[in-house]
T-cell receptor, first 113, second 116 residues
Framework: SQQGEEDPQALSIQEGENATMNCSYK?????LQWYRQNSGRGLVHLIL?????REKHSGRLRVTLDTSKKSSSLLITASRAADTASYFC?????????????FGAGTRLAVHP | GAVVSQHPSWVICKSGTSVKIECRSL??????MFWYRQFPKQSLMLMAT?????????EQGVEKDKFLINHASLTLSTLTVTSAHPEDSSFYIC????????????FGQGTRLTVV
């Protein structure tokens, strides 16, 4: 069953603006990962944050994790039209398989030039 | 970087026929592979966990006799959709673990299956 809920479901912004996507989950996790998917294509791994970490950065990406609230956020700074895609969070379980991922519903991001 | 290749990228088949999808780890050994399904405009749903040399573990609601998984080697897992029906039309995607503790899995590019 799907674990994560993401909001917003869709986000439309202008180039240069920041985009923030949120993800909530229900059970204990070992890790949380964010992926990007261009329409009809495969997944691109963006960042992995472990349950004992609170924040990670990678280029224009910033991910936070609050295990007490069972939530995570993905911030894309200075967005570009090429960032237009669907973004998914996925949680790896506390036990039973580090990469046995449960995906959130996803956020469809549209960045307009 | 680790590369996972999935083949075919897309396939169209007639109702009642079977389709095999391959997932290969090209530059690493994958003790565990995962198979997901994604319907249009929806998220990915885990179908099964495939372990080399043993039977796959299926998620609740996934018919093991319909979705046959074989993980015959450390670099290859196959998913066969048997007696396909139009409702099986979907995007199927695999991922593979390198076997290094607590690291990310790597995804194939996916297979779009259309059953007509």
């Amino acid at each position: 069953s799907q674990q994560g809920e993401e909001d917003p479901q869709a986000l439309s912004i202008q180039e240069g603006e920041n985009a923030t996507m949120n993800c909530s989950y229900k059970t204990s996790i070992n890790n949380l990962q964010w992926y990007r998917q261009n329409s009809g294509r495969g997944l691109v791994h963006l960042i992995l944050i472990r349950s004992n970490e609170r924040e990670k950065h990678s280029g224009r990406l910033r991910v936070t994790l609050d295990t007490s609230k069972k939530s995570s956020s993905l911030l894309i700074t200075a967005s570009r039209a090429a960032d237009t895609a669907s973004y998914f969070c996925a949680t790896g379980p506390f036990s039973g398989g580090y990469n046995k991922l449960i995906f959130g519903a996803g956020t469809r991001l549209a960045v307009h030039p | 970087g680790a590369v996972v290749s999935q083949h075919p990228s897309w396939v169209i088949c007639k109702s009642g026929t079977s389709v095999k999808i391959e997932c290969r780890s090209l530059d690493f050994q994958a003790t565990t592979m995962f198979w997901y399904r994604q319907f249009p405009k929806q998220s990915l749903m885990l179908m099964a966990t495939s372990n080399e040399g043993s039977k796959a573990t299926y998620e609740q609601g996934v018919e093991k006799d319909k979705f046959l998984i074989n993980h015959a080697s450390l670099t290859l897992s196959t998913l066969t959709v048997t007696s396909a029906h139009p409702e099986d039309s979907s995007f199927y995607i695999c991922s593979a673990e390198r076997g290094v503790t607590n690291t990310e899995a790597f995804f194939g590019q996916g297979t779009r299956l259309t059953v007509v």
